[in-house]
């Protein structure tokens, strides 16, 4: 616990600590998000093959929606550490 | 092809060329922004500046570094100031940033660091800025070459009536008849598609051309046009322009009174739902600027973070930098693949919540 807050006054520029936890917040966020997304769309696909390739496309354009969320969150980060 | 159709479409991938024909600037008395001198005459990389000149626009195309010496295409500056008048001259004549020319020079820190500034008395202002930078020309090419590949696709099918597709039409038609039938009929209706069609098409051509040339490393590519917030913004603004003047009555209606929607959410003093309506009928482009912008500036700054890893472990020793290049290399090609299937997707999304958009502003009542 002491080297925890050790470590937290030795890194003293709180904005760009915060910055980096908020990026990797926002990474855990987008891989649970992706990650649900692509093993429904699997067990869709194992349920019905023929609807493979439709299954494949949407969870596609689903995980790109989900990561211009995450992104987001990056976007900010960079701009508080920039 | 008529040979006055070649002529003029020759002219103009001259013109825009043209700009890009200076002479290769040679300066031996240079220190570039990433290597600075250390006391015992080492250069030092700095990862940080690397990223930052790479992916951000600037005054000069920048090809090669040997050594000390920079190769780079210089570009013209044309600039306006309100107290010495009009300037145009190649930036060749700040030397990389290093000089002042005409009163004018280019910032190296605070808040306009990397743009033309001027200086007035005691303070430095910021002129009305339209120069050719990097950006702006990597947009004149990608115009030609989208130009050049689409009005030669188009002759050719109204040369070849009936026949089957051979060569540039071969590819192209996969991808024109997927926007149009996955795309724009699904999403705006079988009556209302054809209007919408040519913009749809536009956008996710310009937006797919300029991502693939932001991957190639040399000239004429590796400009990240799609990664400046200002290209993106004019795209959604487009969207923004073109959903909102063809909206129709029920639109509008179910913004301000959305059916479905408790009572006591859409009346004063507190209405909730049309509020967060409005909200979002500016926030949905917003987010497609974003969106766009974010995930290609990512990618970059990713491949460009595995390339520095090379030069940092060089600078712990030589041998560390030859074994981290094998890792670096094979992560950067991995990381160019899955750049290249970004591309696609990016534009793909682009334009399905483009057509999505515009759909829902034109959907009769039901």
């Not at chain 2, 700040?94 to 306009?112: M, P, Q, R, V």
């Not at chain 2, 322009?241 to 063809?246: A, D, L, P």
Request: net charge neutral; with cysteine.
């Amino acid at each position: 616990m002491e080297f925890l807050f050790v470590l937290l006054q030795a890194v003293a520029d709180y904005g760009s600590m915060g910055a980096a936890v908020g990026a990797g917040l926002a990474v855990i966020g987008a891989g649970i998000g992706i990650g649900n997304i692509g093993g429904h769309a699997m067990e869709a696909i194992a349920r019905q093959p023929e609807a493979g390739s439709m299954i494949r496309s949407n969870m596609i354009v689903a995980a790109a929606l989900v990561e211009g969320v995450a992104f987001f969150a990056i976007v900010i980060c960079l701009l508080i550490i920039l | 092809m008529t040979s006055f159709g070649k002529f003029v479409i020759t002219a103009t991938l001259l013109i825009f060329v043209s700009f890009a024909t200076g002479y290769a600037q040679h300066d031996d008395t240079h220190k570039s922004t990433e290597m600075h001198e250390t006391e015992n005459g080492r250069k030092k990389f700095e990862p940080g500046n690397f990223i930052m000149d790479h992916i951000g626009d600037s005054y000069e195309w920048h090809i090669a570094t040997v050594g000390e010496k920079h190769i780079s295409i210089p570009l013209p500056v044309i600039v306006y100031s309100e107290h010495t008048g009009v300037h145009v001259f190649m930036s060749s004549h700040f030397h990389h940033g290093h000089e002042s020319y005409e009163g004018l020079s280019i910032a190296k820190e605070g808040e306009n660091k990397g743009r033309i500034v001027e200086a007035v008395g005691n303070e430095t202002l910021r002129p009305y800025d339209i120069s050719i930078t990097k950006n702006t020309l990597s947009l004149f090419i990608s115009i030609a070459l989208i130009l050049w590949i689409f009005i030669s696709v188009a002759k050719a099918y109204s040369r070849r009536k009936g026949q089957a597709p051979k060569g540039l039409q071969s590819m192209m038609e996969p991808l024109i008849l997927f926007i149009r039938d996955d795309v724009a009929k699904e999403s705006l209706g079988e009556k209302k598609y054809k209007k919408f069609t040519p913009y749809l098409l536009s956008i996710f051509f310009f937006i797919l051309l300029n991502n693939m040339l932001g991957l190639v490393p040399i000239f004429p590519g590796g400009a990240n046009l799609t990664g400046n917030i200002a290209i993106t913004m004019i795209l959604a603004l487009f969207t923004f322009i073109i959903t909102t003047v063809n909206a129709n009555k029920n639109y509008w209606k179910h913004i301000i009174w959305a059916p479905g929607v408790p009572w006591w959410l859409k009346v004063p003093p507190l209405p909730i739902m049309p509020l967060v309506e409005i909200m979002g009928i500016f926030i949905k482009p917003f987010v497609l600027m974003v969106r766009l912008f974010a995930n290609m500036t990512a990618g970059h700054i990713v491949a460009l973070g595995f390339f520095s890893l090379i030069f940092i472990f060089g600078e712990i020793s030589v041998g560390a930098g030859y074994g981290g290049a094998v890792f670096s290399v094979a992560f950067t090609t991995f990381l160019f693949f899955l750049e290249i299937l970004v591309a696609f997707i990016q534009a793909y999304v682009f334009t399905l919540l483009t057509a999505l958009y515009v759909g829902m502003a034109t959907e009769e009542s039901h």
